[in-house]
């Protein structure tokens, strides 16, 4: 039965994502871990050490980055190639919820019953999260692959840490034991190769330990904390390793940058935001910008969620399963929320949810069954209520996915939601070139005026990316101008050239050979460049 559950949950999860195998390569990220990545280009003795011994861009990620490799050496660049695995991990993925679902409704009773379909709701626990419109970031996304291997790892090894609790709970031989915990210890370890988010993972088994396994609760509690040691050892090695190329990189935010308060704030009201989209996925934006300074609403939102906490703590005798899956929830987030992030997206990301929601979703799941059971003849309006859940979900995924198709879609959406100046500025640039340079002059035009207005330092690199899509339409006069208002700001190599060239066109020669001279021989081409 489980296996003909796992197929279909397979099955239908890669025709749901099936759209997503025609995205291409997005300007945030992808460059940095693919495109652009020199650790990707061979698999070599040496490279593969490098893959594991040396961080890129601030970030350690050697297995995520082994199978960028892997795919390098099949794909090439074509981004299909990169989407087929994303889509393939997470399809497997879905069937380790399926699984994991099984695992835990079979020490609850009342689940099993043969009035309940009990395949339907395995079915709706790994739909119900693998569809959820919050997963797109992770799948549809290539550089979300770090997501989709940590989470076949980390499930893996959720899965093989249950089978250890069966066979001890058994007595089972010692050797079956032995091999299932390490088992449970390797991908553990796994998938901290592959994010580094997981390093909460040894929490989550004492609250599964506690309800619904209530190994805690037989006298043997000194030896299950004791089973979480190398659990804790591995993620205590991991995160200092992590910390310390972070540092290295410099990729940490000082608490002088970000005080504790505002990482209390923004890490409140992005578990509230999660939870609202879980229930309500209405406003769902790929590249969140912390707004400065942080409005009134963060802390309400962090009221809520510090009143939520303290209810499950108060009501945890009496209500075990709602407690668990919300310190499940609050606990697998905690590495991503701003009190140790350190990443530009340091307010939120919905790919953040990706491991987070899968304890809603099982229960989400069992909650279904047990209400179907108290139902009894009308449960089959609930089967069409669940039913209608995941069709929505399949809707809202398939018009999302295409968010992702490039780089053009992407911040279009996010201009949709927020528009904010660096949306328009690498839109601008994406428009500029696929040879659409009218529209990237009117982004240009946009990114400038706020750039402008909040004082952004960096705005030299607008004007020259204006004074480009201006000579490619032959506004040359135009063109100068903004070049020279760069050249003011920073006056690098590359701006002289494109204005040389800008003048030339307006038969100004003189002034045009000046400024190839100041350019030198062999200027780049135009870039972001960052003021040294």
Same mark, same amino acid.
């Given at each position: 039965?489980?296996?003909?559950?796992?197929?279909?949950?397979? /099955?239908? #999860?890669?025709?749901?994502?099936?759209?997503? +195998?025609?995205?291409?390569?997005?300007?945030?990220?992808?460059?940095?871990?693919?495109?652009?990545?020199?650790?990707?280009?061979?698999?070599?003795?040496?490279?593969?050490?490098?893959?594991?011994?040396?961080?890129?861009?601030?970030?350690? +990620?050697?297995? #995520?980055?082994?199978?960028?490799?892997?795919?390098?050496?099949?794909?090439? !660049?074509?981004?299909?190639?990169?989407?087929?695995?994303?889509?393939?991990?997470?399809?497997?993925?879905?069937?380790?919820?399926?699984?994991?679902?099984?695992?835990?409704?079979?020490?609850?009773?009342?689940?099993?019953v043969e009035k309940t379909p009990y395949p339907a709701i395995l079915l709706f626990a790994g739909l119900?999260?693998?569809?959820?419109?919050?997963?797109?970031?992770?799948?549809?996304?290539?550089?979300?692959?770090?997501?989709?291997?940590?989470?076949?790892?980390?499930?893996?090894?959720l899965l093989a840490y249950l089978r250890y609790c069966e066979l001890q709970d058994a007595a089972a031989?010692?050797?079956?034991?032995?091999?299932?915990?390490?088992?449970?210890?390797?991908?553990?370890?796994?998938? !901290?190769?592959?994010?580094?988010?997981?390093?909460?993972?040894?929490?989550?088994?004492?609250?599964?330990?506690?309800?619904?396994?209530?190994?805690? +609760?037989?006298?043997?509690?000194?030896?299950?904390?004791?089973?979480?040691?190398?659990?804790?050892?591995?993620?205590?090695?991991?995160?200092?390793?992590?910390?310390?190329?972070?540092?290295?990189?410099?990729?940490?935010?000082?608490?002088?940058?970000?005080?504790?308060?505002?990482?209390?704030?923004?890490?409140?009201?992005?578990?509230?935001?999660?939870?609202?989209?879980?229930?309500?996925?209405?406003?769902? #934006?790929?590249?969140?910008?912390?707004?400065?300074?942080?409005?009134?609403?963060?802390?309400?939102?962090?009221?809520?969620?510090?009143?939520?906490? *303290?209810?499950?703590?108060?009501?945890?005798?009496?209500?075990?399963?709602?407690? *668990?899956?919300?310190?499940?929830?609050?606990?697998?987030?905690?590495?991503?929320?701003?009190?140790?992030?350190?990443?530009?997206?340091?307010?939120?990301?919905?790919?953040y949810t990706y491991l987070a929601s899968i304890a809603p979703s099982i229960a989400a799941a069992g909650?279904?069954?047990? !209400?179907?059971?108290? +139902?009894?003849?009308?449960?089959?309006?609930? /089967?069409?209520?669940?039913?209608?859940?995941?069709?929505?979900?399949?809707?809202?995924?398939?018009?999302?996915?295409?968010?992702?198709?490039?780089?053009?879609?992407?911040?279009?959406?996010?201009?949709?939601?927020?528009?904010?100046?660096?949306?328009? %500025?690498?839109?601008?640039?994406?428009?500029?070139?696929?040879?659409?340079?009218?529209?990237?002059?009117?982004?240009?035009?946009?990114?400038?005026?706020?750039? *402008?207005? #909040?004082?952004?330092?960096?705005?030299?690199?607008?004007?020259?990316?204006?004074? *480009? %899509?201006?000579?490619?339409?032959?506004?040359?006069?135009?063109?100068?101008?903004?070049?020279?208002?760069?050249?003011?700001?920073?006056?690098?190599?590359?701006?002289?050239?494109?204005?040389?060239?800008?003048?030339?066109?307006?038969?100004?020669?003189?002034?045009?050979?000046?400024?190839?001279?100041?350019?030198?021989?062999?200027?780049?081409?135009?870039?972001?460049?960052?003021?040294?």
């Amino acid at each position: 039965m489980i296996i003909e559950v796992a197929a279909a949950a397979f /099955a239908i #999860t890669l025709l749901v994502y099936s759209r997503a +195998l025609w995205c291409g390569f997005i300007n945030l990220d992808d460059p940095f871990y693919i495109t652009n990545n020199p650790l990707l280009k061979s698999l070599d003795g040496e490279s593969l050490l490098r893959l594991f011994a040396a961080p890129h861009l601030g970030a350690w +990620l050697p297995l #995520t980055y082994l199978s960028f490799a892997i795919d390098h050496f099949f794909w090439g !660049l074509n981004p299909f190639g990169y989407h087929l695995t994303n889509i393939l991990l997470h399809a497997a993925n879905v069937v380790l919820v399926v699984c994991l679902a099984d695992k835990l409704f079979g020490s609850q009773p009342g689940l099993r019953v043969e009035k309940t379909p009990y395949p339907a709701i395995l079915l709706f626990a790994g739909l119900v999260w693998g569809l959820h419109p919050l997963r797109i970031e992770s799948v549809a996304w290539a550089a979300g692959r770090k997501d989709v291997l940590n989470g076949l790892f980390m499930l893996g090894a959720l899965l093989a840490y249950l089978r250890y609790c069966e066979l001890q709970d058994a007595a089972a031989g010692r050797s079956r034991r032995i091999i299932s915990y390490l088992a449970a210890l390797v991908l553990f370890s796994c998938s !901290l190769l592959a994010k580094q988010s997981t390093v909460t993972f040894p929490f989550i088994l004492l609250l599964l330990d506690w309800y619904p396994l209530r190994r805690l +609760l037989k006298g043997r509690a000194v030896t299950v904390m004791l089973e979480k040691l190398p659990f804790l050892a591995i993620s205590l090695l991991i995160t200092l390793v992590t910390i310390h190329f972070a540092m290295v990189e410099k990729e940490l935010i000082s608490m002088k940058e970000m005080p504790l308060y505002a990482r209390f704030f923004i890490s409140g009201n992005a578990v509230f935001e999660y939870c609202r989209l879980t229930l309500y996925p209405v406003g769902i #934006t790929p590249y969140f910008v912390l707004p400065k300074p942080l409005p009134y609403s963060y802390l309400v939102k962090s009221a809520a969620v510090v009143i939520a906490t *303290v209810a499950a703590l108060w009501k945890l005798p009496g209500r075990k399963a709602s407690a *668990v899956v919300w310190f499940c929830f609050v606990i697998s987030l905690v590495p991503m929320l701003a009190f140790v992030h350190a990443g530009d997206d340091i307010g939120m990301a919905a790919r953040y949810t990706y491991l987070a929601s899968i304890a809603p979703s099982i229960a989400a799941a069992g909650g279904l069954a047990l !209400l179907y059971n108290r +139902l009894g003849g009308k449960g089959k309006y609930l /089967a069409a209520a669940a039913a209608a859940i995941l069709l929505v979900s399949v809707a809202m995924t398939q018009k999302l996915i295409a968010v992702w198709h490039d780089t053009g879609t992407f911040w279009s959406r996010v201009i949709e939601i927020e528009p904010v100046g660096r949306a328009y %500025g690498d839109r601008g640039v994406f428009y500029l070139i696929n040879g659409r340079s009218e529209d990237a002059v009117e982004d240009f035009n946009a990114a400038i005026n706020i750039a *402008v207005g #909040t004082g952004q330092q960096s705005v030299y690199n607008l004007y020259a990316f204006r004074g *480009v %899509g201006l000579s490619d339409i032959g506004r040359y006069a135009e063109a100068v101008a903004d070049f020279d208002r760069a050249i003011a700001i920073y006056p690098h190599p590359t701006y002289f050239q494109q204005r040389g060239i800008a003048l030339r066109a307006l038969g100004r020669a003189k002034e045009a050979e000046n400024d190839f001279l100041r350019a030198g021989p062999n200027p780049p081409p135009i870039d972001w460049f960052e003021r040294k």
